[in-house]
């Protein structure tokens, strides 16, 4: 597994493993964990709903097929609802690579800016959160459908 991969499954284990609502969610405070401390995992680019990143729509879909997250769809007003949970498998790994010496303190710190960020952002109106992702990135707006 990737140093990298280990990102959305830090944001599944944050905020005591509270699951992350819905796909765009994800993808908008990783977003929000890359502007902050440039990390450089994911490479984002202007898209539907904002700032989206390929890789990890991959890397996400790779640790839901290999047991490390769990994938809930629910129905919504709009269409579906993704929901992400960090599996028992998962939070092994987390808890192993966080103990691990080699990368440890990288991922300690951003484990920490995770939480911060899923608990600003997870429970929040998804309006919201788009405003003022899109306010401080007007450029990631640009191919937006949604007006906020």
Excluded at 48 to 74: A, M, N, R
Excluded at 115 to 142: F, G, I, Q, T
Aim: net charge positive; hydrophobic share 35%.
């Amino acid at each position: 597994m990737l140093i990298r991969q280990t990102v959305p499954l830090l944001l599944c284990y944050a905020e005591e493993r509270e699951p992350v609502q819905g796909r765009t969610r994800m993808q908008k405070i990783i977003f929000l964990l890359e502007k902050e401390l440039h990390p450089n995992y994911y490479r984002f680019e202007p898209a539907d709903y904002g700032p989206f990143s390929w890789q990890l729509s991959k890397d996400v879909d790779f640790l839901v097929s290999t047991g490390f997250l769990e994938q809930t769809i629910k129905a919504a007003t709009e269409g579906k609802k993704y929901e992400y949970t960090i599996t028992g498998r998962g939070t092994e790994l987390v808890e192993r690579v966080l103990n691990d010496g080699v990368w440890s303190g990288k991922l300690s710190e951003i484990l920490s800016a995770l939480d911060r960020l899923k608990r600003e952002n997870n429970r929040r109106d998804l309006r919201r959160l788009l405003h003022d992702v899109y306010s401080k990135y007007p450029e990631y707006a640009r191919k937006s459908r949604i007006l906020v």
